[in-house]
């Protein structure tokens, strides 16, 4: 079965720079989430998007930007990158009002900032 | 503030073992707790979930038990196996309508190694 497509799994940057990290929901899902684990560290929400449209928002930064396409691919975009962005990010897609509340996480995409 | 607190933070077992895994919630909103399995490097995986219209749930090797009034569930696995060695977080969120209960709040993660 399809499962979540992130790209790239692996980034590594320079302070400063800008990064975007791509999403691919498991199709016909129409709804994204984004999700921050830092080393060690359990996952932190920081977006969600159903239909294109915001539907929740979390600890994202004022740097981190996301939106969701007409295809429902959604992107994420993190300027002014620090140090401390340095993590795993996840995405994560659902059917809402199907699959009993389930969401699928993506094998995330590693961000290093150097 | 930790909304969802989870322990042990790492725990050991021999093949065969039930280890038991808690959790603890402060926000008596929440209404939908989900167990996720991670393996290094990958993503977290649904185990079960439960609502808190009921004491318990099984599936599998996995059981679930939740008590509403002292804000507190478990997950227990039956006849462990080297191969359920991984992360284990619970997890929380509130069903308001929408998406929202893919707005989860993790606990902290319980490393489990089962030894052959």
């Known amino acids: 079965a399809a499962g979540v497509i992130q790209s790239p799994r692996h980034l590594i940057k320079e302070k400063r720079e800008t990064a975007t990290l791509k999403c691919y929901p498991i199709?016909?899902?129409?709804?994204v989430y984004w999700y921050q684990q830092g080393p060690g560290q359990d996952p932190q929400f920081l977006i969600s998007f159903y239909e294109k449209m915001q539907s929740d928002k979390g600890s994202i930064p004022d740097r981190f930007s996301a939106q969701q396409f007409s295809d429902y691919h959604s992107e994420l975009n993190m300027s002014s990158l620090e140090l401390g962005d340095s993590a795993l990010y996840f995405c994560a897609s659902s059917l809402m009002g199907i699959s009993g509340n389930t969401i699928y996480f993506g094998e995330g995409s590693w961000l290093t900032v150097v | 503030q930790q909304q969802v607190k989870q322990s042990p933070q790492s725990l050991i077992v021999q093949k065969g073992g039930i280890p038991i895994i808690n959790c603890a919630y402060e926000?008596?909103?929440?209404?939908?707790f989900p167990w996720y399995q991670q393996f290094p490097g990958k993503g977290p995986a649904l185990l079960i979930a439960?609502?808190?219209?009921?004491s318990e749930k099984k599936e599998g090797r996995f059981t679930i038990s939740f008590n509403k009034s002292a804000k507190q569930f478990s997950l227990h696995i039956m006849d462990s196996q080297p191969g359920d060695s991984a992360t284990y977080f619970c997890?929380?969120?509130?069903?308001?309508?929408?998406?929202?209960?893919?707005?989860?709040?993790f606990g902290q993660g319980t490393i489990l190694t089962v030894h052959p």
């Open positions: 439960i609502r808190p219209d009921v």
């Open positions: 199709p016909r899902h129409d709804t």
């Open positions: 997890a929380a969120s509130i069903n308001a309508g929408g998406t929202s209960y893919g707005k989860l709040t």
């Open positions: 926000n008596t909103a929440f209404d939908y």
